[in-house]
């Protein structure tokens, strides 16, 4: 295996096992390495308290934003939410809906089409609302870069309040408020919202101005969501935010949860940030990537048991669908790049490929090859595109300086999309291809695994994984920790699962036993010897309702 760059974390100064007397060192090791120095910052971090949960009038643009709606709750009327379409959207207009709802208000969601519109808020959309009686639209996780499409509403008499958690530009819509942690010389202490995250400000602004801020126990669901689905960091705000959704919907889920976890085999009361990124949030995105998000918006919403039983079947159907349409794709591509050959840079060009799945084929490309990776979907006239990179390579970067070819872009360092007109394809991929092999020149092109600290298996007895969970919630900022055991003992090894794609390993040192579990690595048990410096995280292996635990091993290597 040993595909991957081991970079062992240095030990945590003594002072800060000082400081922290009752901290387990391990736990200690890994709170230092999340950058959590300060030692009394530790007890707030572990207890994820609400002192982590900023003044929601610090944010720039909030005093104009909640005047301007509360004289459109007070004249009646009639208020349009404006989302994305993808779970951090979704989550956002449902909160938004909800919340403006309970407060009397004439709300109602508009959720683009992912295939017909794209990303982002569109004047002909705007138009048709103005002409349908809405005054006033408030975006979520979109609309910072929406200069002209403003300009054009307020020519109509729409209002509009931008709430987005996206990089701003240099010139901002000229909206009735901006709402955006990221606003240059914003004094709000966390940047790292979602799109939701936004909106809950937003709403807990409104309730904070009459006293009704119990209102938002009820959506913090709706928050764990899209941020742990928009995989931003679960550190500092977030990481209140969701350790409350984790638990409300643990608790008392919303009838579309529930359905979706029954339907899914997810044991209510034990759902986690990763139930949430590989089952649930999956599952919302691929109406959006197959057809509109709407589906999705009216699970989140329903009261109905029924209702919800047959949306998260429908869902759970289209899912197949979706998975079987992405393989297809990222198959096509794979061949279309070794092909051509493994550049710096990965560019896979076809009429042939759905835009809803492009990102997902671009995603598995990045994991594959370890290089950024562009996948488009080419048209007569405009193609478009989605790209997901790795650290080492700001794609939004390399898009800004190839901002003369495309009609549209945007996305993070790590993920982007754009659109062009077709023509303009050849010098986007010769351009691409000359800024990544001048920025990645030299660099070692290998995953890098940073390991918290190296302990033997006899160590991780007692109560070692009930301390690392209270860690938790893992994600973005706070990964689940990862160790490293030298000179393990293989007692013995063989491929599982369907086509032998996994390995099962057992391993013995200094007298203990522990089972181990490589996935996706099957055809490399001839390379497994005895003994191993064996990478893995800690996690419960749940099988025919026996609970154990094991090794989820992520990489390893013969001892030397």
Same mark, same amino acid.
């Given at each position: 295996?040993?595909?991957?760059?081991?970079?062992?974390?240095?030990?945590?100064?003594?002072?800060?096992?000082?400081?922290? #007397?009752?901290?387990?060192?391990?736990?200690?090791?890994? $709170?230092?390495?999340?950058?959590?120095?300060? #030692?009394?910052?530790?007890?707030?971090?572990?207890?994820?308290?609400?002192?982590?949960?900023?003044?929601?009038?610090?944010?720039?643009?909030?005093?104009? *934003?909640?005047?301007?709606?509360? @004289?459109?709750?007070?004249?009646?009327?009639?208020?349009?939410?404006?989302?994305?379409?993808? =779970?951090?959207?979704?989550?956002? =207009?449902?909160? $938004?809906?909800?919340?403006?709802?309970?407060?009397? %208000?004439?709300?109602?969601?508009?959720?683009?089409?992912?295939?017909?519109?794209?990303?982002?808020?569109?004047? +002909?959309?705007?138009?048709?609302?103005?002409?349908?009686?809405?005054?006033?639209?408030?975006?979520? !996780?979109?609309?910072?870069?929406?200069?002209?499409?403003? @300009?054009?509403?307020?020519?109509?008499?729409?209002?509009?309040?931008?709430?987005?958690?996206?990089?701003?530009?240099?010139?901002?819509?000229?909206?009735?408020?901006?709402?955006?942690?990221? $606003?240059?010389?914003?004094?709000?202490?966390?940047?790292?919202?979602?799109?939701? %995250?936004?909106?809950?400000?937003?709403?807990? *602004?409104?309730?904070?101005?009459?006293?009704?801020?119990?209102?938002?126990?009820?959506?913090? !669901?709706?928050?764990?969501?899209?941020?742990?689905?928009?995989v931003m960091p679960l550190v500092g705000e977030n990481r209140y935010l969701v350790k409350q959704g984790l638990k409300q919907i643990n608790n008392t889920p919303r009838p579309g949860i529930a359905a979706m976890a029954r339907q899914t085999k997810l044991a209510i009361g034990k759902l986690d940030a990763e139930s949430v990124s590989w089952v649930i949030s999956p599952r919302l995105n691929t109406t959006s990537r197959l057809g509109h998000a709407m589906p999705s918006y009216q699970l989140l919403v329903t009261d109905s048991?029924? /209702?919800?039983?047959?949306?998260?079947?429908?869902? /759970?159907?289209?899912? *197949?669908?979706?998975?079987?349409?992405? %393989?297809?794709?990222?198959?096509?591509?794979?061949?279309?790049?070794?092909?051509?050959?493994?550049? #710096?840079?990965?560019?896979?060009?076809?009429? /042939?490929?759905?835009?809803?799945?492009?990102?997902? *084929?671009?995603?598995?490309?990045? /994991?594959?090859?370890?290089?950024?990776?562009?996948?488009?979907?080419? +048209?007569?006239?405009?193609?478009?595109?989605?790209?997901?990179?790795?650290?080492?390579?700001?794609?939004?970067?390399?898009?800004?300086?190839?901002?003369?070819?495309?009609?549209?872009? +945007?996305?993070?360092?790590?993920?982007?999309?754009?659109?062009?007109?077709?023509?303009?394809?050849?010098?986007?991929?010769?351009?691409?291809?000359?800024?990544?092999?001048?920025?990645?020149?030299?660099?070692?092109?290998?995953?890098?695994?940073?390991?918290?600290?190296?302990?033997?298996?006899? &160590?991780? +007895?007692?109560?070692?994984?009930?301390?690392?969970?209270?860690?938790?919630?893992?994600?973005?900022?706070?990964?689940? #920790?990862?160790?490293?055991?030298?000179?393990?003992?293989?007692?013995?090894?063989?491929?599982?699962?369907?086509?032998?794609?996994?390995?099962?390993?057992?391993? @013995?040192?200094?007298?203990?036993?522990? !089972?181990?579990?490589?996935?996706?690595?099957?055809? @490399?048990?001839?390379?497994?010897?005895?003994?191993?410096?064996?990478?893995?995280?800690? &996690?419960?292996?749940?099988?025919? %309702?026996?609970?154990? $635990?094991?090794?989820?091993?992520?990489?390893?290597?013969?001892?030397?």
């Amino acid at each position: 295996m040993n595909g991957c760059q081991w970079n062992i974390m240095p030990p945590v100064p003594a002072e800060y096992l000082t400081a922290n #007397p009752d901290l387990p060192p391990l736990v200690a090791q890994v $709170l230092y390495n999340r950058g959590l120095t300060d #030692p009394s910052l530790v007890a707030s971090f572990i207890a994820a308290e609400e002192s982590l949960s900023a003044d929601p009038f610090l944010l720039s643009g909030m005093h104009e *934003a909640v005047a301007r709606t509360y @004289r459109a709750l007070l004249s009646g009327e009639n208020i349009a939410i404006y989302g994305d379409f993808d =779970t951090d959207g979704i989550t956002a =207009t449902t909160l $938004l809906v909800q919340g403006i709802n309970q407060l009397g %208000g004439k709300v109602s969601p508009y959720l683009p089409h992912r295939l017909n519109e794209g990303h982002g808020v569109r004047t +002909g959309v705007l138009e048709r609302l103005c002409s349908e009686g809405i005054s006033l639209v408030i975006t979520v !996780d979109c609309g910072i870069t929406a200069i002209d499409e403003v @300009r054009k509403a307020k020519r109509k008499g729409l209002d509009v309040i931008i709430t987005d958690h996206h990089t701003c530009p240099e010139d901002l819509p000229r909206a009735v408020a901006v709402v955006d942690p990221k $606003l240059p010389g914003s004094v709000y202490p966390f940047r790292e919202l979602a799109g939701v %995250g936004v909106a809950f400000k937003f709403l807990q *602004a409104l309730l904070k101005s009459i006293g009704k801020e119990e209102v938002l126990n009820n959506l913090f !669901d709706l928050v764990a969501l899209g941020t742990i689905a928009d995989v931003m960091p679960l550190v500092g705000e977030n990481r209140y935010l969701v350790k409350q959704g984790l638990k409300q919907i643990n608790n008392t889920p919303r009838p579309g949860i529930a359905a979706m976890a029954r339907q899914t085999k997810l044991a209510i009361g034990k759902l986690d940030a990763e139930s949430v990124s590989w089952v649930i949030s999956p599952r919302l995105n691929t109406t959006s990537r197959l057809g509109h998000a709407m589906p999705s918006y009216q699970l989140l919403v329903t009261d109905s048991s029924e /209702e919800a039983k047959e949306l998260s079947l429908w869902l /759970e159907q289209k899912n *197949a669908e979706r998975q079987k349409i992405t %393989g297809e794709v990222i198959a096509r591509a794979r061949e279309q790049i070794l092909a051509e050959g493994i550049a #710096p840079i990965l560019i896979a060009v076809d009429e /042939e490929y759905p835009a809803g799945v492009i990102g997902l *084929a671009a995603g598995r490309l990045r /994991e594959e090859y370890y290089r950024p990776a562009v996948v488009v979907k080419s +048209g007569r006239q405009t193609s478009t595109g989605s790209c997901r990179s790795i650290p080492e390579f700001n794609i939004t970067e390399a898009l800004t300086r190839c901002r003369s070819l495309l009609s549209k872009f +945007g996305g993070h360092p790590q993920a982007a999309g754009f659109t062009l007109p077709t023509r303009s394809l050849p010098s986007l991929k010769r351009e691409l291809l000359n800024i990544a092999s001048r920025s990645l020149e030299g660099v070692d092109l290998r995953p890098r695994i940073d390991i918290d600290a190296e302990v033997t298996l006899p &160590e991780l +007895g007692g109560d070692t994984y009930s301390s690392i969970e209270k860690l938790a919630p893992f994600g973005k900022g706070n990964p689940r #920790p990862v160790l490293i055991s030298r000179r393990v003992n293989v007692i013995d090894v063989r491929a599982v699962g369907n086509n032998e794609t996994h390995l099962k390993l057992k391993f @013995r040192q200094g007298g203990t036993t522990w !089972d181990g579990i490589a996935f996706k690595v099957g055809n @490399r048990i001839g390379r497994v010897s005895s003994p191993l410096d064996v990478v893995y995280h800690l &996690e419960v292996d749940s099988w025919n %309702g026996a609970e154990k $635990l094991r090794l989820n091993i992520l990489d390893f290597s013969p001892s030397c």
